[in-house]
Nanobody, 115 residues
Framework: QVRLVESGGGLVQSGGSLRLSCVAS????????MGWYRQAPGKQRDFVAH???????DYADSVKGRFTISRDFAKRTMFLQMNSLDPDDTGVYYC?????????WGQGTQVTVSS
């Protein structure tokens, strides 16, 4: 069982920045892949970014060059640095991990970008 707790969401103006955090209840060394997804109102949950256990990263086309995923093993925390935010980035951001053949989700953190 893995517990994930996100934080760092909030209200920001267009062009602003936020950094999301996701703290895991287990060591990151045992996690095969970690990532972020987001869900806008009335829409499906979409992939944003992920990082693998070999430090490979991938991003949705819509966030490439603006968002950066990273992690701190000592703090058991994954981050999502979000720059040049746009109102289209508004949504609930969820932390996701694949661990020991299972998948886990956090409770989500709301990001709202005003124009």
């Amino acid at each position: 069982q893995v517990r994930l707790v996100e934080s760092g969401g909030g209200l920001v103006q267009s062009g602003g920045s936020l950094r999301l955090s996701c703290v895991a209840s287990v060591s990151l060394f045992g996690i095969h892949a970690m990532g972020w997804y987001r869900q806008a109102p009335g829409k499906q949950r979409d992939f944003v970014a992920h990082i693998t256990d070999s430090d490979g990263t991938d991003y949705a086309d819509s966030v490439k060059g603006r968002f950066t995923i990273s992690r701190d093993f000592a703090k058991r925390t994954m981050f999502l640095q979000m720059n040049s935010l746009d109102p289209d980035d508004t949504g609930v951001y969820y932390c996701h991990v694949k661990y020991s053949s299972y998948e886990y989700w956090g409770q989500g953190t709301q990001v709202t970008v005003s124009s």
